[in-house]
Each structure stands twice: as C-alpha cells, then as structure tokens.
Nanobody, 128 residues
Framework: QVQLVESGGGLVQPGGSLRLSCAASGFTLDLYAIAWFRQAPGKEREGVASISSSDGTSWSANSVRDRFTISRDDAKNTVYLEMTSLKAEDTAVYYC?????????????????????WGQGTQVTVSS
C-alpha cells in the first residue's frame, strides 16, 4: 500500500522559513519522481518542485526557484522542501505526489495527471 505522509507545515511570518517532509513507502516503481504541489483557497493545484529517484534531476516553478529547494534522503525514503523567504502568497495546502518518469515527463513535471499517488497535504500559512 502506497503511503505518502507530509509533515512540517505550520504558521510562519513573512520572510521566515519552513522545511516540509514527505515520507514515502509502499510503491515499487523503478524510476519515479516525487513532487510537491500546492493549492491555495479558490485556486487550482499547482506544481512547486519535483525530483527524480535516480540521477537527482529536479525542477522548480519560476515563482519559487530562488527560495525553495527540493532534496531527497534515499536512506529515509524522504523528500524535503526547504522553503525560505516565505511570502503571504505561499499560503496553501502543500501536497506530496509520486509518479513514474515516462518519456516526456520532464517537459511537464508540473502535470498533475503524471502523478499516481498523493499524500493528504500539510497546511502552510504565512502571516504576521
């Protein structure tokens, strides 16, 4: 049974930092990507960052590229999202997702349909 468990969300002031964790287990894909998406109230879910299980290839959205860093710890089967210089517009529920890397995957790593498994999400609120 596939399990993705997010943690690390919370309330932070503008300019602050948070580190989200996604503990993954139960899937047997040989080549896959783990990604972070987010969804703010009244908005569509959007891709934030994604990282490959093999060579460390990664992608991040333009809106967060200079502030967020995705990384993985293979020994712990955990992917992290280090978020710095947080802004009010980063407020959202952040979701972890896993999907196989098929041909053409990296042309659209933010494609929701490319991911088969999703976590329950963790709330991040940036407010003073």
């Amino acid at each position: 049974q596939v399990q993705l468990v997010e943690s690390g969300g919370g309330l932070v002031q503008p300019g602050g930092s948070l580190r989200l964790s996604c503990a993954a287990s139960g899937f047997t894909l040989d080549l896959y990507a783990i990604a972070w998406f987010r969804q703010a109230p009244g908005k569509e879910r959007e891709g934030v960052a994604s990282i490959s299980s093999s060579d460390g290839t990664s992608w991040s959205a333009n809106s967060v590229r200079d502030r967020f860093t995705i990384s993985r710890d293979d020994a712990k089967n955990t992917v992290y999202l280090e978020m710095t210089s947080l802004k009010a517009e980063d407020t959202a529920v952040y979701y972890c997702a896993v999907g196989p890397i098929r041909p053409g995957f990296w042309a659209r790593p933010d494609n929701i349909a490319a991911y088969d498994y999703w976590g329950q999400g963790t709330q991040v609120t940036v407010s003073s």
